[in-house]
């Protein structure tokens, strides 16, 4: 350290200002924010408690409140969600298809009847 530097925070002092700066925001900050909070440069906070940067990369992963299984089970529960809808979707696509089939063929039929009234001659009118 230098003569004009200034003594690093302990970890208390750190974990205090993570606690204050979730409590402002409603979440955990980020290492930029709380080495800004603490008058650090990003890397010197970074160097200096790289096990704070670990806790914090961590809870950034992990939603609030949420554990391993917690969030393994939440997977467990889209997956089965998601393949309830592409099921659902796949019946549904089936339904297009089969009504366009449909459609496709009443077309042909009313463009032949147009084709059959239209070959018609017609008759002179009465005066």
């Known amino acids: 350290m230098t003569a004009h530097s200034h003594p690093l925070p302990s970890r208390t002092d750190v974990h205090a200002v993570i606690d204050s700066l979730t409590s402002e925001t409603g979440r955990r900050p980020s290492v930029l924010a709380l080495a800004t909070r603490l008058g650090l440069a990003n890397t010197t906070f970074r160097r200096n408690y790289p096990d704070i940067c670990a806790e914090l990369a961590a809870i950034a992963r992990t939603p ?12 467990q529960a889209d997956n089965a969600r998601l393949r309830r809808d592409n099921r659902d979707l796949a019946e549904q696509l089936e339904l297009a298809i089969a009504a366009i089939q449909r459609l496709s063929i009443d077309n042909g039929l009313l463009r032949a009847a147009l084709h059959d009234a239209r070959a018609v001659t017609p008759l002179p009118r009465r005066r």
């Open 64 to 75: 609030t409140g949420t554990t391993a299984a917690d969030a393994y089970s939440k997977v």
